[in-house]
T-cell receptor, first 116, second 110 residues
């Protein structure tokens, strides 16, 4: 069983829909992240949360809205998305935000999002 | 200039050969360096990290770091078909999260 669990694994939504991605980590980590992975592009950092506080928003459009109710759970609320938002959305966690020797990021399996 | 650069590949090597994957980075203040392996349709998984100049070995994998040249590499000895995947180089540039390269696709031919 992976330490970082994401649901749903696959999601197809229309441009007018509202949906949410969920992430749960069982590692006792204090930092959680959302990354976006599009074909042939580097992983793009979207948001960073540390102890439930958003510490970085990497110029992400407002149609993506994160929520971190506690240090184990992270959500990404989606509304009025565009087809170009179709991608793999990866949740990750690390012991602390900010990465120093040995403080590594562990990824969930990802949520494949298709916007039609 | 991209912050972390990798050749997209595919890099094709025969089974049993050494695969050499390379990565360059632009921020001289970068502190630690990570290699992730990502199978098609799966999430990245950590293989190794390195933060001191020189070589670090773990089984069939060796990470090499040269901070003066801003270069990090991953060598895979005795390559197996199961090593076929995309290898992501990631760098800790002192920001809040890792910066990733686009990845190099490795194909190991049986």
């Amino acid at each position: 069983e992976t330490g970082v669990t994401q649901t749903p694994r696959h999601l197809v939504m229309g441009m007018t829909n509202k949906k949410s991605l969920k992430c749960e980590q069982h590692l006792g980590h204090n930092a959680m992240y959302w990354y976006k992975q599009s074909a042939k592009k580097p992983l793009e950092l979207m948001f960073v949360y540390s102890l439930e506080e958003r510490v970085e928003n990497n110029s992400v459009p407002s149609r993506f809205s994160p929520e971190c109710p506690n240090s184990s759970h992270l959500f990404l609320h989606l509304h009025t998305l565009q087809p170009e938002d179709s991608a793999l959305y990866l949740c990750a966690s690390s012991l602390e935000e900010g990465l120093f020797s040995g403080n590594t990021i562990y990824f969930g399996e990802g949520s494949w999002l298709t916007v039609v | 200039q991209k912050e972390v650069e990798q050749n997209s590949g595919p890099l094709s090597v025969p089974e049993g050969a050494i695969a050499s994957l390379n990565c360059t980075y632009s921020d001289r203040g970068s502190q630690s360096f990570f290699w992730y392996r990502q199978y098609s349709g799966k999430s990245p998984e950590l293989i190794m990290f390195i933060y001191s100049n020189g070589d670090k070995e773990d089984g069939r994998f060796t990470a090499q770091l040269n901070k003066a040249s801003q270069y990090v590499s991953l060598l895979i000895r005795d390559s197996q078909p199961s090593d076929s995947a995309t290898y992501l180089c990631a760098v800790n540039t002192g920001r809040r999260a890792l910066t990733f390269g686009s990845g190099t696709r490795l194909q190991v031919q049986p």
